[in-house]
């Protein structure tokens, strides 16, 4: 059976090196195809058999793999973060009691998961372990305040302390 499969991938390969392409250049051109049923194809395979192929690359170059994903993580989160942290920097001229009186836990969650989806998730995981069972601990506060103190670094608010009413959150 695995001599068959070769057989079958030596002969794919040799087509595609008479046709002009290496096998980088032919998979790029495959990807990037503007032909309706070729771009169809590509994405039927990526969107049934994507998790296999990356796991198939992962199980070849763990190493590429890794920083791969690593690489796409890291461009997902810096794009979310400046649309988050712009939303969630207050105005300069806007009295830290004014800020605070419309601060709601409820709201940072709902507009963290709103505008950054995958930074929102990321926290929602990192203490989730910790969360099962009868901990008596409130996920979403931790998660929330995560989110608002890694948005507080981010836009420079120094010398603002909030208070984080825990009732705001239901369990």
Not at 81 to 105: C, E, G, H, M
Not at 115 to 130: N, V
Request: glycine content about 4%; some cysteine.
């Amino acid at each position: 059976m695995r001599e068959d499969i070769e057989k079958r991938l030596d002969v794919v390969q040799t087509a595609v090196k008479s046709a002009g392409f290496s096998l980088y250049t032919f998979l790029l051109a495959f990807l990037n195809t503007c032909n309706q049923h070729q771009s169809s194809q590509v994405s039927q395979i990526l969107k049934y058999h994507g998790s296999e192929l990356f796991a198939a690359m992962a199980a070849r170059q763990l190493d590429v793999a890794n920083d791969w994903m690593l690489s796409t993580i890291h461009l997902k989160v810096a794009a979310e973060a400046k649309p988050l942290t712009r939303y969630f920097r207050p105005d300069q001229q806007t009295p830290v009691s004014q800020i605070l009186s419309r601060f709601s836990l409820r709201d940072v969650l709902h507009d963290a998961e709103v505008l950054a989806p995958t930074i929102y998730d990321l926290f929602q995981h990192i203490g989730l372990p910790d969360f099962v069972g009868s901990s008596g601990r409130n996920h979403n506060l931790v998660c929330a305040v995560t989110v608002f103190l890694k948005l507080q670094t981010n836009s420079g608010l120094d010398s603002c302390h909030f208070t984080l009413h825990a009732h705001e959150i239901e369990k």
